[in-house]
């Protein structure tokens, strides 16, 4: 049967296709991991090697016992985790505010949200640095927690999942005399705890890839984040330390990539919500 | 007793559902202020400091001396910056059509459920996304090394001579385009299969019966029907490759001979580099209202098409 053939031709290309692009896909980490356990003379060394031919572990032990790995990674955790908490509280509830109630000027100050959203961060660089210098703020965790705290995207997503809440779980507790906020904290939240999953993530995600805010305002080494420091190994030509960078950049990754693998589901529905359904 | 609780407006009158209403609008107020508030402190005030700065000469500190539009006048003239926004558009060109097809095509292949493993390939094109670019520049710095890089090493037993991925002005620009595939491809993707999911199988099938080939349907069914997605991927790329900023720094620095400097990394030196704190605003602006102008001329074109 000739349509059988072609189908199983169909079926190699098709898998072909998907097996390359695997490839080019999961390479990079591959010889992130492979650099991190070499030796600096065997980096370079002629043909390349997948398994090191001497691996070593000197690459991991310098970057925890010289360079101060720990605190990098807490201050790291402490900007994330801060601002994704933070983050959450209020888009969350704005989010409410915006799918539960009606009130005047309600439609021009959603389109005044929205609108932030097209706002490039070319724009805001250098006067955000003068007012962060201003208030004292540089050289601290706040300008990178503070200022996206509310941020509009996350509003945006709160509010679409918020709307299709029914009223008559809220309806009930204003009448059992529940205050506004009570409301919002014991009913809404834990109905939304779904979306709060999958935008944390993406807030804590945001968070620790960071590179542009931390190099513009911390500046002391006892406040380096992980992307920071895994540049800071870099020198000029010759001068990079690339086994202890890939090492760096190993630890960078792992803390995502085992979040990711548990929480993949809620990743992805966060990451669709605002582009498809909005 | 009824008319005790009702409370009596300033108007004199008695209305308990204005009140209410009063009352429920105080409340989401204060639910929606916490982004105004921010905004206001952290966007309207620095934009409107920027704007005044971008007439003045102003290094960072000191008194700032007010030029007119000296500094608009200078932009016309920084070949640098002209240089970073054509570098966005060539960027542009180079990867996002690639992208946008591969994303598509995978989505699709994916959707079909004619491929076992599904789960298993989207985590895998997924995951650069996840990974920080200083990291991912830096990883890929080391496989695109001239000499003895595995790239080049790999094209030397097929028989092709060591490329300077780096080291050439339209190399360094393809090494970019590579990079950014690479974190970008599983993200639109995901968008892509999410948008399939909202349009009906059986119009590709549909078209398949009629005796339209896969790939018929494919151009034909497929993707005017995702139109909307594809709009939306296209102008963040868009913007996305004017705003490149760390994939830049850590892989090729903006060379060679400015071929890959961004407007992003332009402003970034001016401001931090240089401490021209009002050029860097006047520069920020332009750019603003240049993105700004092809965003509307892209929603126009795709209107038009209609």
Redesign the interface.
Do not use: R
């Given at each position: 049967m000739p349509n059988h053939r072609q189908k199983i031709l169909?079926?190699i290309m098709?898998?072909t296709?998907?097996i390359l692009?695997?490839i080019?896909?999961?390479?990079?980490?591959i010889?992130?991991l492979s650099?991190s356990f070499k030796l600096p003379e065997d980096?370079?060394?002629?043909?390349?090697k997948l398994i090191p031919q001497s691996p070593t572990f000197s690459n991991y032990l310098y970057i925890f016992q010289e360079k101060n790995t720990v605190r990098i990674l807490l201050n790291t955790i402490i900007i994330a985790l801060s601002t994704t908490l933070l983050s959450l509280f209020?888009t969350t509830?704005?989010g409410?505010?915006?799918a539960k109630?009606?009130?005047?000027a309600?439609k021009s100050?959603f389109a005044?949200?929205l609108a932030?959203m097209?706002?490039?961060?070319?724009?805001?660089?250098?006067?955000?640095?003068?007012?962060m210098r201003k208030l004292g703020w540089v050289d601290t965790f706040l300008p990178l927690i503070?200022?996206g705290?509310?941020?509009?995207f996350g509003?945006f997503f709160f509010r679409q999942y918020i709307s299709t809440i029914n009223d008559e779980l809220m309806d009930a507790a204003r009448i059992d005399g529940a205050s506004?906020?009570k409301i919002?904290w014991s009913i809404i939240l834990p109905i939304i705890a779904p979306g709060m999953t999958s935008m944390g993530l993406i807030f804590f995600?945001r968070s620790?890839?960071d590179?542009?805010g931390p190099l513009?305002y911390l500046k002391s080494p006892k406040n380096l984040t992980?992307?920071l420091a895994?540049?800071s190994l870099?020198g000029g030509a010759g001068l990079?330390a690339?086994g202890e960078?890939?090492a760096?950049?190993v630890i960078?990754?792992l803390p995502?990539?085992i979040i990711?693998?548990i929480f993949?589901r809620q990743?992805?529905e966060g990451?669709?919500a605002g582009?498809?359904k909005g | 007793m009824a008319q005790a609780h009702t409370p009596i407006l300033p108007d004199g009158t008695r209305s308990p559902s204005l009140w209410q209403?009063i009352k429920?609008?105080r409340?989401?107020?204060?639910?929606?202020s916490?982004?105004?508030?921010?905004?206001a402190?952290?966007?309207l005030?620095?934009?409107a400091?920027?704007l005044y700065?971008s007439f003045t000469r102003w290094k960072?500190v000191g008194p700032m001396e007010f030029s007119g539009a000296a500094n608009f006048a200078l932009i016309l003239k920084d070949k640098v910056f002209w240089q970073s926004m054509s570098n966005g558009v060539i960027l542009f060109f180079l990867y996002v059509p690639i992208m946008l097809f591969?994303a598509l095509a995978?989505a699709v292949?994916l959707n079909s459920g004619?491929?076992k493993g599904f789960r298993f390939?989207r985590?895998?094109?997924?995951?650069?996304f996840?990974?920080?670019?200083?990291?991912?520049g830096?990883?890929?710095r080391?496989?695109l090394?001239k000499?003895?890089?595995?790239l080049n090493?790999l094209l030397k037993y097929t028989g092709i001579s060591p490329i300077p991925w780096l080291e050439d002005v339209w190399w360094a620009r393809i090494s970019l385009s590579l990079l950014i595939i690479?974190a970008w491809?599983?993200?639109n993707m995901?968008?892509m299969?999410?948008?399939l999911q909202?349009i009906s199988r059986d119009l590709t099938e549909a078209a398949t019966i009629d005796g339209a080939s896969?790939i018929q349907a494919f151009f034909h069914v497929t993707v005017p029907l995702m139109r909307p997605?594809i709009l939306?991927c296209t102008i963040t790329s868009m913007?996305g490759s004017?705003?490149l900023?760390?994939e830049v720094?850590?892989l090729t620095r903006g060379g060679p001979a400015n071929a890959t400097i961004t407007?992003?990394i332009r402003?970034?030196g001016i401001?931090?580099g240089s401490y021209q704190?009002g050029y860097?605003?006047a520069v920020?602006?332009t750019?603003?209202a240049l993105?700004?102008i092809l965003?509307v001329i892209q929603f126009r074109l795709n209107r038009d098409q209609d």
């Open positions: 169909e079926q098709i898998y296709v998907l692009i695997s080019f896909m999961i390479l990079p980490f010889w992130m650099t980096i370079f060394g002629y043909p390349p209020f509830l704005g409410y505010g915006f109630f009606e009130f005047p309600k100050l005044i949200l932030t097209i706002i490039p961060a070319a724009v805001m660089m250098v006067p955000s640095f003068v007012i503070i200022p705290a509310a941020n509009a509003i506004e906020f919002f995600m620790w890839n590179y542009l513009i992980i992307t895994i540049n870099s990079t690339w960078q890939m760096l950049s960078s990754l995502l990539l990711f693998l993949q990743f992805v990451i669709t582009a498809v | 209403h429920k609008a409340w989401a107020y204060t639910f929606i916490p982004f105004y508030i921010l905004f402190i952290f966007g005030y620095p934009m400091l920027s700065l960072g591969l995978l292949i004619i491929v390939f985590t895998l094109i997924f995951l650069p996840i990974t920080n670019m200083v990291a991912a830096f990883a890929f080391i496989l090394e000499q003895n890089g595995l090493v690479w491809l599983g993200y995901v968008l299969l999410a948008g909202t896969p997605v939306f913007i004017f705003g900023f760390t720094s850590t407007p992003l402003i970034y401001a931090f704190f860097a605003s920020a602006y750019f603003f993105i700004f965003t």
